[in-house]
């Protein structure tokens, strides 16, 4: 699970962007399905026409917490599945035990903005992060979400639990990133795409440079995938 802070323009949405085609050209749409929330609909349709998706793109915040509630659900549920074959909670171990038409994809939750979620619906987007953070990664049911800051009304401490993963942007202060990295750095990157990385388990950001996609690069890619 992923966090992804940074100011406007800092080059969140492009991040995204290259971690979505990244994963459509290594997966298929069988081993594969996304979850994608934007609420400025600003994705290309290159993108969300990709068979991968388990639904439109979807633009509505109550449509988002309803995605986002389900499939913190389906990660509860495949933890039983996983009791009942006698298998260790790892979706991998899964799959293999069980026939090929009994395979589990994996699910990967892209939500473009968390803060209109958060301020509409806080309660039922704690619930349904935690949820995912306790038994998504197991489950196979993983979560990025991007903010703009990370404040301490929306849960900080609850979502440090559940989505251990970091990468930040530029931010306005130092304050801003402690509250999203636990240390101080971002406030001092260049932009767009300078970017502080600081993964699960880890004390230290790495300082990297983000990619950017051009539109024909884009198409490019995904023409590829749906001729193969």
Do not use: W
């Amino acid at each position: 699970h992923l966090l992804i802070t940074g100011v406007t323009g800092s080059g969140k949405s492009v991040c995204i962007q290259s971690m979505l085609l990244s994963l459509l050209r290594r997966n298929t749409a069988k081993d594969l399905q996304l979850v994608l929330f934007d609420a400025h609909n600003e994705y290309p349709q290159a993108i969300t026409a990709a068979p991968h998706l388990q639904m439109p793109l979807i633009t509505d915040a109550r449509q988002a917490v309803d995605a986002l509630t389900e499939a913190a659900e389906e990660a509860t549920k495949r933890i039983s599945l996983y009791h009942q074959a006698h298998v260790t909670p790892n979706i991998d171990k899964y799959n293999q035990k069980v026939p090929a038409d009994q395979q589990l994809p994996r699910i990967v939750i892209v939500i473009d903005g968390l803060e209109p979620l958060m301020r509409a619906f806080p309660h039922e987007v704690k619930i349904a992060i935690s949820q995912i953070g306790r038994f998504g990664s197991a489950a196979g049911v993983h979560l990025v979400a991007t903010l703009q800051l990370l404040h301490p009304a929306m849960h900080a401490n609850a979502l440090h639990a559940s989505i251990p993963s970091r990468i930040s942007f530029r931010l306005p202060t130092a304050a801003d990133s402690r509250a999203c990295l636990e240390h101080s750095g971002a406030e001092k990157l260049l932009f767009p795409g300078d970017m502080l990385y600081k993964p699960n388990g880890k004390f230290n950001a790495v300082r990297l440079q983000g990619c950017f996609l051009s539109d024909d690069e884009v198409n490019n890619i995904t023409d590829y995938i749906r001729e193969t």
